[in-house]
């Protein structure tokens, strides 16, 4: 999740990190092909009504989905915490959509929890995730609706550079990312 945390030299400054205890590979079997978490929002909707459109078996969690019939084929239900991780585990695409209910690209935590479990994911491109991961070694951006169909059916053809750039996100997450680590500096920082 993205944190921040006030220091007493410098004001306020940004902590992006993730609970690595929760959120962690797990050796799962990947039983589904494409998946999205998250609330149906009108830029998301439209997603998923695009991806289902044009033949893509989209997996979808979360809540208020049920209010749409048109996804009852696809709707999965609300999963608490355990199965979150599961199904980010168990997905060999997670859809990490970055745009808020205005259509704006914004800075989405998500992508750290699925980096975080090992797990790849098609991203918005969102100029601030640039400052943590190099694209296409450890995010793989989407420009618009067709590029996604595109990069889906190609990272559904070639699993092992798809697995590669889930483990160079993870490696750079455990490393960078940790939020006991965080804490641990930022006291360290207020007690020195």
Known sequence: RILCHLDSRSGAFPAFSIDLKNFKPMKLKKKYDVSF???????RIELMRFLIKNGIKVNIW???WFKYPEFKDFYKGIPDEKEFVRIINESKINLAPS?????????K???LEFAACKSFALVDYFSGYLNYFK??????????NNDLL???????????EREKIAENAYNKVIKNHDLTE???NIFKNIID
Do not use: C
Request: aromatic share 14%.
């Open 37 to 43: 978490i998250g609330a149906p929002i009108q830029p």
């Open 62 to 64: 979360g809540r208020n």
């Open 99 to 107: 745009k808020n209910m205005y259509g704006e690209p914004h800075f």
């Open 109 to 111: 935590g998500r992508i």
């Open 135 to 144: 694209e296409n070694k450890e995010i793989v951006f989407v420009k618009d």
């Open 150 to 160: 595109r990069k889906i059916d190609y990272y559904l053809k070639n699993e092992k």
């Open 182 to 184: 965080t804490y641990r």
